[in-house]
């Protein structure tokens, strides 16, 4: 049974910054690619970032490239998401997902999620 929980939301003003946090349990075989996704209200699941164990594949959407960055620490299981220079637009509730395999920034395809964390950007 993979887990996924993550951490790190909260409000904060355009310009500023958070850091998220994904920590995984269970099947490591299963979360070998580890992606951030945001929803915002009234929208569907946007892919954000997607690395893999070994750091050798990320991809990030377009809006965030330059702003947000994915990186992992192995040895704690866990995930993370720098984010810099938030925009109001960066606002939604955001996700963790792991797949055993590549699957980009398409949540369809993922296997496992977390239950997300608010994010909040004010003007």
């Known amino acids: 049974q993979v887990q996924l929980v993550e951490s790190g939301g909260g409000s904060v003003q355009a310009g500023g910054s958070l850091r998220l946090s994904c920590v995984v349990s269970?099947?490591?075989?299963?979360?070998?690619?580890r992606a951030w996704f945001r929803q915002a209200p009234g929208k569907g699941r946007e892919g954000v970032a997607i690395?893999?164990?070994?750091?050798?594949?990320?991809n990030y959407a377009d809006s965030v490239k330059g702003r947000f960055t994915i990186s992992q620490d192995n040895a704690k299981n866990t995930v993370y998401l720098q984010m810099n220079s938030l925009k109001p637009e960066d606002s939604g509730m955001y996700y963790c997902?792991?797949?055993?395999?590549?699957?980009?920034?398409?949540?369809?395809?993922?296997?496992?999620w977390g239950q997300g964390t608010q994010v909040t950007v004010s003007s």
């Open positions: 269970g099947q490591m075989s299963g979360t070998k690619n």
């Open positions: 997902a792991a797949d055993a395999f590549y699957r980009g920034l398409r949540p369809e395809l993922y296997a496992s």
């Open positions: 690395m893999n164990i070994g750091g050798g594949s990320i």
